[in-house]
C-alpha cells in the first residue's frame, strides 16, 4: 500500500477560522440559554407545551431548570402579585451573572386585566426585563421567537469585564 503525503498548503491548505474570544463566548451564551421558569398562571401551561415535543426547546439549547443556581435567566409567565414579589425577586437574585429575563404574557407585562391593589401592574418593576412577550395568554411559537430575539440581544452584547476596586490608601 502507497501512503500518500498530505500537503496542506498546495491545495488551499486548512480552513482557518479567525474570531475574538467575545464572539465565541456570545455564541456559546446564546445557543446554551437555560431559564428558571416562573409560571404563575394560564401562561404557563404555554410554556410548558413550548418545552414539550412539539415544539421542542432542545433544538435551540434552551432546557428549563427547577434551580436558580443553574440558570441563565428566568421566564416570568403569568400574573405576579405583591405577595410572590419578594419571592421572584429572591429567585433572581440567586441567578448567576450574566442573566436575563423574559415577561410572558399580558399580566406579567403590564398587569393585564387585574388592575387591583394587589397585582403588581408590570413585572419591570420588581425586575429588569429583557425581553416583554405579548398575548393573553402567547402561545409556544411567540415563545420560541422571544428566546430567538433574546438569542440576538445576547450576542450582540459584550462580555462584561470586572475590573478589581482599588485601594483608596
Not at 446564546?30 to 416562573?38: D, G, I, M
Not at 391593589?117 to 422571544?146: H, K
Request: hydrophobic share 40%; aromatic share 10%; proline share 7%.
Amino acid at each position: 500500500m502507497a501512503q500518500h503525503k498530505v500537503n496542506y498548503f498546495q491545495d488551499g491548505g486548512l480552513p482557518i477560522a479567525l474570531t475574538t474570544i467575545d464572539k465565541i463566548v456570545q455564541w456559546g451564551r446564546s445557543n446554551s440559554f437555560w431559564p428558571a421558569t416562573y409560571g404563575l398562571a394560564c401562561c404557563a401551561i404555554e410554556m410548558m407545551a413550548a418545552g414539550a415535543a412539539r415544539y421542542d426547546f432542545d433544538r435551540f439549547g434552551t432546557i428549563f431548570r427547577a434551580s436558580p443556581r443553574q440558570a441563565d435567566g428566568i421566564i416570568i409567565s403569568g400574573t405576579l402579585t405583591k405577595k410572590h414579589a419578594a419571592i421572584m425577586r429572591r429567585i433572581y437574585e440567586q441567578i448567576p451573572e450574566p442573566k436575563w429575563v423574559i415577561s410572558m404574557g399580558s399580566c406579567a407585562n403590564t398587569g393585564g386585566m387585574f388592575n387591583t391593589y394587589s397585582t403588581i401592574q408590570g413585572v419591570d418593576r420588581v425586575v429588569p426585563v429583557d425581553v416583554y412577550l405579548p398575548g393573553c395568554p402567547p402561545r409556544p411559537e411567540t415563545l420560541q421567537y422571544a428566546v430567538m430575539i433574546l438569542q440576538k440581544k445576547i450576542r450582540s452584547e459584550s462580555i462584561k469585564r470586572k475590573s478589581k476596586p482599588k485601594r483608596l490608601i
